[in-house]
């Protein structure tokens, strides 16, 4: 998902937007043939994710620019390691930094909290996914990171899958429509490889949907109790998605229901980026 030419494309743009006539910091402070050596450094505890995005910074900046990464996507680190070395022309370096530590901190933050999540579901056999809440234009990048840090990705957008929600099924009843009946015409009209999936919100809902032949049904907003009683329900006719109030608090409660995925909006729309910093040196030209 996470190709060179779409890290490309996105970090270009933010470049252009960072610096769309250049640096003017750097033009009027820094020598043009001055020197830079900096390190990517922790400053908290974490789990890594956009390497490739940060060095891409510094590539598409200047590539003369020199990045040597220290540790990769997925590794854990603590406060203090150095996660990349940074060498080449001042003015490039420093005008990259932000970019790279922007990207860096925020995949970082959520591929840290999605650590957090599959460590506390850890020996339950529920997975972590994410949702489509993602920063626009940002997706891929924030799905990554999602996956550095243990968990799975949902659909990656609206043509990859089915998925009726409340609002689709509120248009069937307005029209008069069985959802039994809809979910089957709709079965018909799928191609083999597109997977149906259809969100349910109240325990009566289940029998219908089953009968519609879904290949995942997701039980939004359900209790613990119901969960349960949903899980029991299906009975391994379909795999079962719980949504709506995950927390860390309460995931781990919630895959004890034996539900097979837990999805959370969480882990892109409300994370904290980490805290990473850019220490440079610089120097008279070489």
Same mark, same amino acid.
């Given at each position: 998902?996470?190709?060179?030419? !779409? ?15 250049? $640096? ?25 994710? +956009?390497? =490739? ?5 510094? /590539? ?15 590794? #854990? ?10 060498? +080449? ?9 932000? %970019? ?7 995949? #970082? ?11 506390? @579901? ?7 996914? =994410? ?12 799905? !990554? ?20 929600? $409340? ?16 979910? /089957?015409?709709?079965?018909?009209? *799928? ?10 919100? /109240? ?5 219908? @949907? ?8 997701? *039980?939004?907003?359900? #209790? ?21 109030? @995950? ?14 995925? %837990? ?5 892109? !729309?409300?994370?904290? #980026? ?13």
């Amino acid at each position: 998902m996470l190709t060179t030419a !779409h890290i490309d494309r996105v970090v270009a743009a933010a470049l252009a937007e960072d610096a769309p006539w250049g $640096d003017a910091t750097g033009e009027a402070f820094l020598p043009a043939d001055a020197h830079a050596t900096a390190q990517l450094t922790a400053r908290e505890a974490g789990v890594l994710a +956009g390497i =490739d995005v940060a060095g891409a910074a510094f /590539r598409l900046t200047d590539p003369s620019i020199q990045v040597t990464a220290r540790a990769a996507d997925g590794d #854990s680190f603590t406060a203090g390691q150095v996660l990349a070395e940074i060498e +080449g022309p001042a003015r490039a370096v420093l005008q990259a930094e932000r %970019i790279a530590l922007n990207f860096a901190q925020r995949m #970082s933050g959520i591929a840290t909290l999605t650590r957090t999540f599959v460590d506390a @579901v850890e020996g339950t056999g529920a997975r972590i996914t =994410d949702t489509r809440k993602t920063t626009p234009g940002l997706r891929a990048l924030e799905r !990554h990171a999602v996956r550095c840090g243990g968990g799975v990705n949902h659909r990656f957008s609206l043509s990859d899958g089915v998925m009726a929600k $409340d609002n689709h099924l509120a248009v069937l009843r307005s029209q008069g429509l069985d959802l039994t009946e809809a979910i /089957r015409a709709a079965r018909e009209r *799928l191609g083999h490889m597109t997977r149906l999936e259809v969100e349910v919100d /109240r325990i009566d809902q289940i029998e219908p @949907v089953l009968d519609g032949g879904v290949d995942v049904i997701m *039980l939004d907003n359900f #209790s613990l109790a119901d969960l349960e009683r949903g899980v029991e329900i299906v009975g391994g006719r379909a795999i079962v998605e719980a949504s709506g109030n @995950v927390t860390l608090e309460t995931v781990g409660d919630i895959a004890r229901t034996g539900v097979d995925v %837990i999805s959370s909006g969480a882990l892109t !729309h409300s994370v904290r #980026s980490l805290d990473l910093g850019l220490d440079a040196t610089v120097s008279a030209a070489r």
